[in-house]
């Protein structure tokens, strides 16, 4: 019987197997959750290539400060929400970068049929942070991306600690507030 799964009812609990099963049972859910917790937050800016609007390729990876945090923002130019926070960030960018050393990357997922609009319409946005393209959505895939918008933010060692995937007007101060602990 050793090592079977038995069910568990209110008459039982004061039997020592099924106290022993239950205490079980909860140091393995506690540690799953961590485990879970901690690959999460581990998750690193992986190595992938992106067009910069130049048509030029470059890693993402080398876009950032060494020591500083990176905001990674996924967007596209038919996505409203995107554009939205991408306008919202774009007015408090100069001075975030100036006080924390912050880099604000835009990857824009727009596919063959749009991607060519991406650059006309960045700059007549007048974004001052860096836009790339991600046009085989490598980098969307390796990091998970399943829609837009959707920000990362990453600390000085290139760890995700805290991301996005939706905006809705005043997120950008929670962001805000996020890189300014990353000091």
Same mark, same amino acid.
């Given at each position: ?7 568990? +009812? @209110?008459?039982? #609990?004061? &039997? @020592?197997?099924? $106290?022993?099963?239950? !205490?079980?049972?909860?140091? #393995? ?13 581990? %998750? ?7 067009? &910069? ?11 950032? /400060? /060494? +020591? ?12 409203? =929400? ?6 919202? $960030?774009?007015? #408090? ?26 650059? @006309?319409?960045?700059? +007549? %946005? ?22 837009? @918008? ?8 290139? !760890?995700?600690?805290? %991301?996005?995937?939706?905006?809705? =007007?005043?997120?950008?101060?929670? #962001? ?6 990353? &000091?």
């Amino acid at each position: 019987m050793a090592g079977a799964l038995f069910f568990v +009812g @209110p008459s039982d #609990l004061a &039997k @020592p197997r099924a $106290m022993a099963y239950l !205490e079980h049972m909860k140091t #393995l859910i506690t540690t799953l959750l961590v485990a879970s917790a901690t690959l999460i937050s581990a %998750q690193s800016l992986p190595h992938v290539s992106v067009l &910069k609007l130049d048509g030029s390729k470059t890693e993402l990876t080398s876009l950032r /400060e /060494e +020591g500083k945090p990176m905001i990674v923002s996924f967007w596209a130019t038919w996505c409203k =929400p995107c554009i939205n926070e991408l306008n919202a $960030m774009a007015e #408090l960018y100069d001075d975030l970068h100036e006080e924390t050393g912050v880099t604000l990357v835009a990857v824009s997922i727009d596919d063959s049929r749009t991607s060519p609009k991406v650059g @006309p319409f960045v700059a +007549g %946005q007048g974004w001052d942070y860096t836009v790339v393209l991600d046009p085989n959505s490598d980098l969307r895939r390796a990091m998970g991306v399943n829609n837009v @918008p959707h920000t990362f933010l990453l600390n000085g060692a290139g !760890e995700v600690v805290w %991301q996005a995937n939706k905006y809705v =007007p005043g997120e950008e101060e929670v #962001l805000v507030a996020e890189v300014r602990k990353l &000091k």
